[in-house]
């Protein structure tokens, strides 16, 4: 199994200032990694697959990033409505794995 | 619109079974993968398991935790998908989501998700 771990698990940060937020993989994805959005009491969103391609409807302030067995997702300016919980997801081998979280915060 | 709803979820003993049920809309259920992804309280997301369209003959795959217990089937004829939960243990308490998975072997990203259906296992 293919073991994802996230950094930081919170990050604390103003409106308006970027988040970087990273993925690992115990083993190469190649790029076979996407990132949801998950905010309280609601279903997870997709935001980017194929490490770097945002889904519809997701703005360009998302943008991600990587190879191998290191990812980034980037928010280039933060808006109130992205503080939220993010998850990476590795779909090149099964079983389809998540990594534990990153809590995006004020 | 592309949406998936479920149902089917409530409290139910340890040992018991349960069935939920995934139901779509706005897409050709048939040509797509299903998945089952869930989230115990307060923690991350679980992959459950997967069933593959009908031109992959509907096969399945499945995360070590449940395998054997759980099964999944689906019915393209009314487009809803179903996992079956058996021997259920509390550790299994959890929101239940199914997503729409690729039209291929079906290793991918979940696009859409329902909005979940809530399992509680006690006694």
């Known amino acids: 199994e293919i073991v994802m771990t996230q950094s930081p698990a919170t990050l604390s940060v103003s409106p308006g200032e970027r988040a970087t937020l990273s993925c690992r993989a115990s083993?190469?994805?190649?790029?076979?990694l996407a990132w949801y959005q998950q905010k309280p009491g609601q279903a997870p969103r997709l935001l980017i697959y194929?490490?770097?391609t945002r889904a519809t409807g997701i703005p360009a302030r998302f943008s991600g990033s990587g190879s191998g067995t290191e990812f980034t997702l980037t928010i280039s300016s933060l808006q109130s409505e992205d503080f939220a919980v993010y998850y990476c997801?590795?779909?090149?081998?099964?079983?389809?794995?998540f990594g534990g979280g990153t809590k995006v915060e004020i | 619109e592309v949406q998936l709803v479920e149902s089917g979820g409530g409290l139910v003993q340890p040992g018991r079974s349960l069935r939920l049920s995934c139901t779509s809309s706005g897409f050709t259920f048939g040509d797509r993968a299903v998945s089952w992804v869930r989230q115990a309280p307060g923690k991350g997301l679980e992959w459950v398991g997967l069933?593959?369209?009908?031109?992959?003959?509907?096969?399945?795959e499945y995360g070590a935790s449940v395998n054997g217990r759980f099964t999944i089937s689906r019915d393209d004829s009314k487009g809803i998908a179903y996992l079956q939960l058996n021997s259920l243990k509390t550790e299994d308490t959890a929101v239940y989501y199914c997503?729409?998975?690729?039209?291929?072997?079906?290793?991918?990203?979940?696009?859409?998700w329902g909005q979940g259906t809530l399992v509680t296992v006690s006694s």
């Open positions: 997801q590795q779909y090149n081998n099964w079983p389809l794995t």
């Open positions: 194929r490490t770097s």
């Open positions: 083993r190469s994805l190649d790029s076979n």
């Open positions: 997503s729409r998975g690729g039209d291929g072997g079906s290793l991918n990203w979940f696009d859409p």
């Open positions: 069933i593959r369209s009908s031109a992959y003959d509907g096969t399945t």
